[in-house]
């Protein structure tokens, strides 16, 4: 591990399940190094999950994207680093860069946070000093909300429990677990390469929900959305390069 200032990179192994039946890295494991690095990163900064707890608080993830800009298949190795960025509002944005074994960068991307106060049950904005004021990220663009989908009946595809397996810390369906989904409902080729993703979480899924799954393609973009009777829990896309 090594810390400059207020940013963290870490080396992490890429082990046989973190690829895909064609050894590309998945989305869902992108979305765990990224996450074990921020969680690492947010300890060492003193704003982690126990020092938050403790004040009746925690991190919820609202948003994530990626982009692909390098290869992604066959890595035994990547280092991962990640830094804090200035809050926009309720936003805490955290970015990420993926570099394979020759430091080559492979994948950017950004995570968006929202601080939850377990007391009030509202969203809030604690004053943090955890950002460089000279960082500038990955991208120079705020990451906007994709535009929710309507639930359309022809889209629909399946349905997926939430099991024990697939909870977090704070008892919520993790989040990673959620990307699996584009594998299994569209069954890409191995010529099928992923370009960008990004994931939207609208609110938090629990044991035993049985959530509606639904698949929608357009062009190089292929959406899934899943909902829990008539609210929407989350959804993201995936672009491809066909």
Known sequence: MNICQKELTKEFTITTNLRDCYDNLKISSILDLTQEIASLHADILHVGFNDF????????????????????????????????????LVEYPRDYEIYDENDHLIIKGRSIWMIYDLTTKNVTTPKLDIFDEGQTGVFTQRIRRLPKPIKNEEDFDSYFYVKKSLLDHNNHLNNSHCADLFLDLFNPESDLKIESFQMEYVSQCFLNDKLSIYKHKEGNKYLIYAYLDDVLKFYFEVTCNK
Do not use: A, H, M, Q
């Open 53 to 88: 707890y403790k004040n009746n608080l925690i991190w919820v993830i609202v948003r994530n994207k990626f982009e692909i800009v390098g290869e992604c298949s066959n890595l035994s190795k990547v280092k991962v680093k990640t830094y804090p960025l200035k809050n926009n």
